[in-house]
């Protein structure tokens, strides 16, 4: 169990430090350095920088140094949890950011935790009943999942929100709620908002996962072990629940790991369509800007999140198979 | 005294792998209509040009927002297909033109009309149209899925657009295909650390999010960028992402074939590892991937959707699924004029269609996997 | 000798198809056979003759597209409390009782029929408390004497185990501890060795022949080793695709087998007595498929002493229940 715990342990961390990597190309991408980009943007509102400002500035940020100094050089200020100034806001990134990494998370949670409500109890009697009416409805609803992208799921429902119920069926809390401190009440209008994002976001996952619990099961159920355990006398269901079941959770739990990364994914576009004061609106703001230190922090502290999120469904898998558990592999 | 083999059974005993995946294939209704519903969409994308009917670049401010019209097939005469002309009427309030469709004025319908210019296969310059209007003013036109705000034909924008969204699939998937085989076949080869090692990297790959990465990797193209060099940068980037599935089948197929008694056999004879590889094994396996580029295509396609969507994919004056959907953002002009939403459809049928040909290319491929 | 022990179960012209879009087939073409406390019944026969389906059916386990077509299945036949096993809903709780509580079923993988999922305890103490009314405790502890019944050593830390954690043979003994959780009547253990070394097969099958004595159950062993039949078995029923074409006490059987399938299984053993360099006795041309059933008896196309004209138009008479004798025209003919 400890070789397995310290393998994801340490692939997480080396993806951490890939992410940092690539983010820190795509700062570096757009022409010109970030000190031009706030010479150009204090010259169009008028101020401007003496050229000894300009290399003092260049010396601070490692400007003139190589580039995988500069990389050290930034890493080792994020470490720190300093990462610099949004030249757009003219505000530490922190502030920018504010709270919606969190509602980013938060919304990307709900939605895994929709897919799993969702998915695995008609997955299971999907297979169980195969061929039923009930089989078909799931299998629909996965289409659905499968066919329209998540985007535009969300475009449709706005649209037909607001044409036939006459509201605007965006953002993740009321107008009065919106700019409030964190409160009790804030917290319960988020709930109250979550919902329709969060199914959203989850429609496509929940497809996928259903058709691999559905498929897995139907596996599992020809094994030998189910007609043993039939055979020594104990009700359908019992038999159902606890062995099939339980040996197609370890594919499930397999593949929500790399579902986390797809629902922040989505989420991104999903926020920009409903409105969302997530980090999506943000991020593209920041990128057709080229404020690049808001831009890249959001993308690293993104990825960094992401990667816990899919280590937590990694350790889970853990819990799911004694074999890992005992044994390191399956 | 033993039974004799019919002639069916000898068929079969006799048949190729491709034969046989093909035989099941054939069976299944949904995945045999889906491959056809996927040729006729590939049929649009050489014919792009002929089977639009408008310019789809040009546009015309009169006509903005006109709601889809229907070709009426007759009249009092008979058959006689056509549509109604356009006409300004002078709003009393704002004394603004409106343009309407006016009945009393009917533009005949006809086949292979002449139209706008345009290269046939990219090489023969024509003018020539499968259908449109005859006579009428610079104003009509056929509107089959209405127009946008800037007067351009839907219809015909939503022709062209398939042709850039599926191409863009094709060649990121090609891309993808070549990153996936190389690094999956060297993976399942080769096994031991170097597997472990293009395992993990693929791991990594998988746990980053792809969209932030694309936005940014995306807002980074220069704006000075041709369409054409931004066309090949995002195929680039989509499938560098994309790759891992591909991979992923390619090396399970290649450590199952590795211990399959033919291919020790062809060892044991002194076969060199390419010739094995291309003689011995790809046939094997060729279904696979087959079924794999098959569902790997509707994510590349939706990814360069969603890309332009935002519009950090492809740039106007580019037609693309994404560009049109990009129209329909606003929920107040979209429930002015819901037929910008019809870039909609053609992107749900071809994922849908894609999707089940890849499930019966897979089952066809390998039943029992 | 049959006679005197009570009969515990009987299976009547049981007849079993596969109903599939290709096709129906017969894989059990009326199978009777007899069950009696304290002897044990082996069932022998090459793969695919459908042993191991009879035991199926018996418990109503049979899959789809598997459907009983005909014939009777009677538990505790001729007394008070006699069932008919294939009248019940098979999933229905009236089955559910006899499964585990007065049949008992081995089975012939011990590393597939047991979840990994679940500790060796759990599985077993699950079976226990099916049929009686124990608490967790009790259970723990019934599992723990079965455990050591079975020949476990260190049972009561060897509950917790899970079954990956154990051998081959440590596997098949919990599987037979599984089945005798309820304290059953009947075992049927299908092919309980096959999977198992040389070694380990002789421990179990003596642990079963102790078992099926001091408790007086009936066995019903299946296997395709002649070897363990003559190890093992009272008597001898030898199925030939999806029949029962030979019936006989296994001193006899061996002595004198009457149809030519078995005299053919029999020749075919190795055997130490056996002349240097000879070649193995094989049984000629290979057993058809169930969906290729040969006209008349199974068995002509590979009989050595077939009658021409007969054996591939009529089909031999079925042979009575709990009768001696095999069903095959030569065979009756030399009777």
């Not at chain 1, 953002?171 to 979550?194: E, N």
């Not at chain 3, 290709?22 to 026969?45: F, K, M, W």
Request: with cysteine; net charge positive; glycine share 8%.
């Amino acid at each position: 169990m400890l070789i397995y715990v310290a393998r994801r342990l340490a692939l997480a961390l080396v993806t951490c430090v890939a992410i940092s990597v690539l983010t820190f190309i795509i700062i570096r991408l757009p022409p010109g350095d970030f000190v031009d980009a706030y010479i150009a943007n204090l010259a169009a509102s008028g101020s401007s920088v003496s050229e000894e400002q300009a290399a003092a500035m260049r010396r601070e940020y490692g400007l003139d140094r190589p580039v995988p100094i500069q990389y050290a050089l930034w890493m080792a200020r994020v470490v720190h949890g300093d990462f610099g100034v949004s030249m757009m806001w003219r505000r530490p990134v922190t502030e920018v950011i504010g709270d919606r990494l969190w509602l980013t998370m938060a919304v990307s949670i709900a939605a895994l935790f929709l897919t799993w409500i969702i998915a695995l109890p008609i997955g299971v009697y999907s297979a169980a009943r195969q061929y039923s009416i009930g089989d078909y409805v799931a299998t629909t609803l996965g289409f659905i999942g499968l066919a329209v992208p998540n985007f535009l799921l969300a475009l449709i429902l706005m649209y037909l929100g607001f044409r036939y119920l006459g509201l605007s069926v965006g953002g993740l809390f009321s107008p009065d709620q919106a700019q409030a401190p964190w409160t009790w009440a804030k917290f319960w209008d988020l709930m109250v908002h979550l919902p329709l994002p969060a199914c959203v976001l989850a429609l496509a996952g929940t497809a996928q996962l259903i058709r691999i619990m559905r498929a897995n099961l139907l596996d599992e159920l020809r094994k030998p072990y189910v007609v043993t355990a039939r055979a020594k006398g104990i009700g359908e269901t019992r038999v159902l629940v606890k062995y099939p079941v339980r040996a197609a959770l370890n594919p499930f739990v397999s593949s929500s790991a790399y579902l986390f990364p797809y629902l922040v994914s989505g989420s991104i576009v999903v926020s920009l369509v409903l409105g969302l004061p997530t980090v999506g609106p943000l991020l593209l703001q920041a990128l057709v800007a080229q404020d690049m230190f808001l831009a890249g922090t959001i993308v690293l502290l993104l990825g960094v999140l992401t990667v816990l999120g899919t280590l937590i469904s990694d350790l889970m898998l853990m819990w799911v198979e004694p074999r890992i558990r005992l044994q390191g592999r399956a | 005294m033993s039974i004799a083999a019919t002639s069916t059974e000898e068929r079969f005993a006799q048949a190729t792998q491709l034969q046989l995946t093909w035989w099941r294939f054939r069976r299944h209704k949904l995945a045999v209509a889906s491959l056809i519903v996927v040729g006729l969409f590939y049929l649009v994308v050489v014919f792009a040009d002929f089977l639009a009917v408008a310019d789809p670049h040009a546009t015309d401010a009169r006509r903005s927002f006109i709601p889809p019209q229907g070709i009426s097939l007759f009249d009092e005469n008979g058959w006689n297909p056509h549509v109604s002309g356009l006409k300004g009427v002078r709003n009393p309030k704002t004394f603004k033109l409106a343009y309407t469709p006016d009945p009393s004025r009917k533009l005949p319908v006809r086949l292979f009309v002449h139209g706008y210019s345009y290269n046939l296969f990219g090489f023969i310059p024509t003018d020539r149209h499968l259908f449109g209007i005859e006579g009428g003013d610079a104003v009509d036109g056929v509107f089959l899925l209405g127009t946008d705000q800037l007067g351009r034909d839907l219809f015909s924008r939503l022709i062209v657009a398939t042709r850039i969204s599926l191409s863009i699939g094709l060649a990121g998937v090609a891309l993808s295909l070549v990153l996936g085989i190389l690094l999956g076949g060297i993976s399942g080869l080769y096994g031991g650390t170097i597997d472990n090692l293009i395992q993990r990297l693929i791991e990594l790959v998988r746990s980053i999010p792809t969209i932030p990465l694309w936005m940014g990797l995306a807002a980074a193209l220069p704006n000075t960028w041709s369409v054409t060099q931004i066309y090949f940068a995002i195929t680039l980037i989509i499938s560098l992402v994309s790759w891992t599935e591909l991979a992923r089948v390619v090396r399970g197929r290649f450590l199952a074939l590795r211990e399959e008694d033919f291919v020790i056999a062809a060892e044991l004879a002194g076969a060199s590892q390419i010739r094995i590889i291309l003689r011995h094994m790809l046939p094997s396996f060729a279904s696979h991937v087959i079924a794999a580029v098959s569902l790997a295509l509707p994510v590349m396609i939706v990814s360069e959707t969603s890309l332009s969507f935002l519009g950090l994919g492809l740039r106007p004056p580019a037609i693309s699924w994404g560009i049109l959907l990009q129209d329909a953002q606003n929920v107040q002009v979209l429930a002015g004029a819901p037929w910008l939403l019809s870039a909609a459809i053609p992107v749900i049928l071809v994922i849908l269609a894609f999707n089940f040909l890849g499930d019966g290319l897979r089952d066809a491929a390998d039943p029992y996997g | 000798m049959a006679e005197a022990a009570r009969r515990v179960l009987s299976v009547r012209d049981l007849i079993v198809d596969f109903v599939q879009d290709t096709g129906t087939t017969r894989a059990l073409d009326g199978v009777s056979l007899d069950l009696h406390a304290g002897r044990v019944l082996g069932v022998v026969g090459e793969s695919g003759c459908g042993k191991s389906l009879t035991a199926r059916a018996i418990l109503r386990l049979v899959d789809r597209p598997g459907r009983i077509v005909s014939g009777e299945v009677l538990l505790d036949p001729g007394a008070p409390q006699q069932q008919a096993l294939t009248a019940l809903d098979p999933a229905g709780d009236a089955i559910r009782k006899v499964r585990g509580g007065k049949i008992g079923l081995i089975f012939q993988e011990p590393m597939s029929a047991l979840s990994m999922h679940y500790t060796v305890g759990n599985q077993i103490m699950e079976a226990v408390r099916a049929h009686s009314g124990l608490g967790k405790a009790a259970a723990r502890q019934r599992a723990i004497e079965l455990l050591g019944e079975v020949g476990i050593p260190r049972p009561e830390t060897r509950i917790d185990a899970y079954p990956f954690q154990l051998s081959g043979g440590l596997r098949q003994r919990v599987g037979i501890a599984l089945a005798l959780a309820a304290d059953p009547e009947i075992l049927i253990a299908d092919e309980p060795t096959t999977a198992l070394d040389v070694t380990t097969q002789a421990q179990i099958l003596a642990l079963l022949r102790r078992l099926q004595q001091t408790k007086g159950m009936a066995l019903m062993l299946i296997t395709h080793d002649m070897g363990v039949i003559a190890q093992m078995a009272d008597d001898v029923a030898v199925m030939y695709l999806g029949k029962v074409v030979e019936f006989a006490p296994v001193r006899q059987l061996f002595a004198a087998p009457r149809h030519p399938y078995t005299r053919a299984l029999l020749r075919s053993v190795p055997s130490m007595k056996a002349v240097p360099r000879e070649r193995l006795a094989t049984i000629g041309g290979a057993v058809p498929h169930p969906e290729a059933r040969p006209s008349g008896c199974a068995f002509h196309p590979r009989c050595p002493e077939v009658i021409a004209g007969r054996c591939s138009t009529e089909v031999p008479p079925a042979l009575p229940p709990d009768g001696e004798g095999a069903s095959c025209f030569h065979a009756m003919a030399h009777a």
